[in-house]
């Protein structure tokens, strides 16, 4: 796809909403029912406050997929002009912006990855400015990991929501394919959302938000349902 570039190599500044705080707030102690959701509705307000936007950090381990997830979401290529950097090796430095491109007032943002030599877990809290942004999703891959809850428990205890979403699962099921000649795949995929789920909850999450993913097949699993209660 071509155009212009969107992408950004600056952290947002804090507090970049500029709805009230009572709104603010309303959206934010919604334990039960997720962030972006209901910010979903305001897109109308959003639409009218050309400097306003909702900034997503898009966070986890180097290798879960991360930039490919925000291409998926952008109905883009890694080939496209415009697209998030992605390969075998660790590609993203620094965090990273890109607009959406049927909502250019939502901003995903391309974070290294938590783990890696250049940052490991302690350093990586301390300087990925977490208060920066506005929703978070965190992928995941293989299996749920000590970084996953480091990351679950920070967010929670900054205040904020987030998505925990499990990447590469076509990928899992080709696995145990190639291991058990006959497998369930619904149980299958039951066992791995509910390792996920409960994983969080002994990280001190009551009540997650856990989607099942492919990037390369967006029509399996949770792609589209996370999708439509992003961006929708």
């Known amino acids: 796809m071509g155009g212009a570039s969107s992408s950004d190599q ?12 009572e709104e603010l707030n309303k959206l934010k102690s919604d334990g039960e029912t997720s962030w972006v959701v ?4 305001l897109h109308t307000k959003l639409d009218d406050l050309d400097s306003t936007e909702l900034n997503i950090a ?12 925000i291409n998926a979401m952008r109905s883009l290529q890694s080939d496209d002009e415009g697209a998030a950097e992605t390969g075998n090796i660790e590609t993203t430095m620094e965090p990273t912006g890109y607009k959406d491109l049927k909502m250019p007032n939502v901003r ?25 942004y506005d929703f978070f999703i965190i992928i995941s891959h293989c299996r749920f990991k000590e970084n996953d809850a480091k990351l679950a428990k920070e967010i929670t205890r900054l205040g904020k929501k987030f998505y925990f979403v499990r990447s590469k699962i076509d990928n899992d099921l080709k696995s145990m394919g190639n291991h058990c000649r006959i497998f369930n795949e619904k149980e299958e995929l039951a066992k791995i959302r509910n390792d996920c789920i409960k994983n969080l909850q002994l990280a001190g999450i009551p009540s997650p938000n856990v989607f099942l993913i492919s990037n390369f097949d967006q029509n399996l699993y949770d792609f589209k349902l996370l999708q439509s209660n992003i961006i929708t």
């Open 10 to 21: 600056m952290a947002p500044s804090p507090n970049t909403f500029s709805f009230t705080r």
């Open 38 to 41: 209901k910010v979903t509705p």
């Open 58 to 69: 898009v966070t986890g381990e180097t290798g879960s997929g991360k930039s490919t997830f």
């Open 108 to 132: 995903f943002w391309d974070l290294p990855g938590i783990g890696t030599t250049k940052f490991p877990a302690d350093k990586y809290l301390r300087e990925m400015n977490f208060n920066s």
